[in-house]
């Protein structure tokens, strides 16, 4: 096994076929976080197979070649420890949280679980149900129904545009046998990450996880082609909705790009807490919302600029207004005190990161499946303070330079597209008009 350092409390051991031991050692903590996770998600599904990361998730618990779904659930709650576990676009994780001691048997029982699942055809059939149930309360939210059009806006039909939960037909769909080749061919060493944080020993880690995932398969990286960027516009009225729901943004540098910490620092300082430009402006000086934010998505296939708010109709077009004039504003001239506010901001949370050990974890494991590396837990705040303000700048100044992808969803009164593209149209890169959602 080879063995990586990026400072000391973090150590990686790579096995032979691939799969890599993240241990974070906290000596701090009596508890312990154990995952395991795997560099598939929905955007490494094709249009058919598409929420079916998300179905082998869920069926994951439902019964391996030694336990049934009672047994692994008694498993964990005898010990005392949680059981979670969570599907996102790049990758899928399973998670179990409890005393120190147990730290081992954890990789053993989340082994199992990741390894030896069966998907039994009767707790398929019910589990489905669950998770159509699941579907229709993401379909009834407007809010949610908005960012899945929003990435549609950004995408077309690449494979990242695709929704975690799939589409309905999908899911009543999936078989045993979809599911099992789903997982042979993406459960494979180089793809898994068995993590731990807490007070342990990384060596003891190391060798529990060789005698759990040593004989994996060592496969080859899930690696997905990045997207083209397209822009435009798209609206789905939904009927019981009183408000307007909107996510508007822009192609942002990716996450390994030198320029994504400006961008970030970009998003931060539009929209990020009630003093902030957005919020002061759309909420507290002209009352246009109860809610709005801005954030930066980027993943090492693409970034994204949002800002989302929920609105009433009448408001709409005075919020569009109000947003195009504030970005123009900010592709002219960074304010140094929100400059400062941002950057403080965003060291806060990156040291509330550090303190939480699951977020630490995840972060750690997701370095490792873009950089091979776990990067030290200073880089991000080194290259936070090196950012000024023409940094910030030329960000709104290029993306502004770009067309805008909106969403608009709830309730969505006649000609909203056509105003939304006039009023955007202003912007440097302008708005393509895209079909009805």
């Given amino acids: 096994m080879t063995d990586s350092r990026p400072d000391p409390d973090t150590h990686v051991h790579t096995l032979a076929n691939g799969v890599r031991v993240l241990t974070l050692v906290q000596p701090h903590l ?42 692994i659930n008694l498993d964990a709650e005898q010990l005392g420890a949680e059981a979670n576990a969570h599907t996102d676009k790049d990758h899928t994780a399973y998670h179990l949280r409890g005393l120190a001691r147990h730290a081992g048997q954890f990789i053993g029982m989340l082994g199992d679980i990741v390894l030896e699942s069966q998907f039994p055809e009767a707790e398929l059939e019910r589990e489905r149900q669950v998770i159509l149930q699941e579907y229709l309360e993401d379909e009834d939210d407007a809010l949610s129904t908005a960012f899945k059009l929003f990435d549609e806006a950004c995408y077309g039909r690449h494979p990242l545009a695709q929704p975690v ?17 789903y997982v042979q061919r993406q459960y494979t060493g180089c793809n898994v990450i068995v993590a731990v944080a807490g007070p342990v020993d990384p060596q003891a880690m190391a060798v529990q996880a060789e005698a759990v995932f040593g004989a994996m398969p060592a496969g080859t990286p899930n690696l997905v082609a990045a997207p083209a960027y397209l822009g435009g516009v798209r609206a789905r009225r939904q009927s019981g909705s009183n408000q307007t729901h909107v996510v508007l943004g822009f192609p942002i540098p990716t996450q390994t790009d030198p320029d994504m910490p400006a961008a970030v620092v970009a998003a931060t300082v539009f929209g990020e807490g009630m003093s902030s430009p957005l919020l002061d402006r759309v909420r507290e000086r002209l009352g246009l919302v109860y809610y709005a934010g801005c954030s930066a998505d980027v993943s090492d296939l693409a970034g994204q600029f949002v800002i989302e708010a929920s609105t009433t109709p009448e408001h709409l077009d005075a919020l569009f207004a109000e947003v195009t004039t504030l970005l123009q504003a900010h592709a002219a001239s960074i304010d140094p005190v929100h400059l400062e506010r941002a950057r403080n901001q965003l060291a806060v949370r990156s040291v509330r990161a550090r303190e939480r050990s699951q977020r630490r974890l995840e972060g750690a494991a997701q370095d490792l499946f873009v950089f091979g590396r776990v990067r030290a837990p200073e880089t991000w705040m080194v290259q936070i303070a090196a950012i000024d303000a023409d940094a910030v700048r030329l960000q709104f100044e290029r993306m502004l330079a770009a067309p805008a992808s909106v969403a608009i969803t709830g309730k969505v009164p006649a000609g909203t597209k056509e105003r939304c593209g006039d009023q955007l149209a202003s912007l440097a890169g302008g708005v393509r008009i895209g079909s009805q959602g």
């Fill in 165 to 181: 939960i799939g589409k309905r037909r999908n899911i009543e769909r999936f078989s045993r046998d979809e599911l099992m080749g």
């Fill in 30 to 71: 009596e508890s312990v976080c154990v995952s395991v996770y795997v560099r598939t998600g929905s955007r490494h599904e094709s249009a058919r197979l598409n929420g079916i990361s998300h179905v082998v998730e869920h069926m994951a618990f439902k019964g391996t070649r030694t336990r049934d779904c009672q047994r």
